[in-house]
């Protein structure tokens, strides 16, 4: 079925004519810019549609959710890495992902007792999206990992029991190889080019070079 959501003078709701078990909240916009560069505009836009949509799209869907057997909220946000170098090319787009992730860390113990899972997916490097070959071009595309492994390790989430997975802050490469998936190859778009590791991860993973003034449309 289709969720409908809509902007009313008071608030926002979804209307559905079924249950809503499961809400992703994965928009995006991107600019990998520093402060002077980044203006006003496109900072509404990153804040708009990363933090606080995610927070609107997933309280329209709550009351669904509370009456689900089998509730999830999944976002497509990072690990909460408050190391400086996350900050100090793109102070606004980390704001506007964390944003996200800081519902994943408040939510999970808001909803808790409603037994509603509420966790974070992030991957371990670039993923062949529209949004990474506008920023890193074809070489960036072939050093990533193809979608399929996000669908997969989303899959093995919200398989999940919700009223004891929640509150985490998966990486996708984690997830499969929990799942037996020991051959991460054929994740690769193009197998022998080295991986382009994502932004935010911990001290595992080398920083990737900021890519300066990248900005792609909503969808990383």
């Known amino acids: 079925g289709t969720c409908l959501i809509r902007w009313k003078s008071s608030g926002i709701n979804a209307e559905y004519g079924g249950g809503i078990d499961i809400c992703i909240n994965n928009a995006s916009a991107i600019s990998l810019t520093g402060t002077a560069d980044t203006p006003m505009k496109r900072f509404d836009l990153m804040m708009g549609i990363n933090t606080r949509g995610t927070y609107c799209v997933t309280q329209a869907c709550l009351p669904h959710l509370k009456k689900s057997s089998h509730a999830h909220i999944l976002n497509n946000s990072p690990p909460l890495n408050m190391n400086a170098i996350w900050f100090q090319n793109h102070v606004a787009y980390t704001m506007a992902k964390y944003g996200m992730s800081m519902c994943v860390l408040g939510m999970a113990e808001e909803f808790r007792r409603n037994k509603i899972g509420v966790n974070a997916i992030w991957p371990a490097t670039a993923i062949a999206t529209a949004a990474v070959e506008m920023l890193g071009g074809d070489a960036m595309i072939k050093g990533s990992r193809t979608p399929e492994i996000m669908a997969d390790a989303a899959y093995a989430i919200?398989?999940?029991?919700?009223?004891?997975?929640?509150?985490?802050?998966?990486?996708?490469?984690?997830?499969?190889?929990?799942?037996?998936?020991?051959?991460?190859?054929?994740?690769?778009?193009?197998?022998?080019?080295?991986?382009?590791?994502?932004?935010?991860?911990?001290?595992?993973?080398?920083?990737?070079?900021?890519?300066?003034g990248g900005e792609a449309p909503a969808s990383s």
């Open 158 to 212: 919200l398989s999940r029991d919700p009223a004891t997975c929640t509150g985490n802050f998966f990486i996708d490469e984690e997830v499969v190889k929990a799942e037996g998936i020991t051959d991460l190859d054929q994740y690769h778009h193009s197998p022998g080019t080295p991986l382009f590791p994502d932004f935010f991860i911990g001290d595992e993973y080398p920083a990737p070079e900021a890519i300066e």
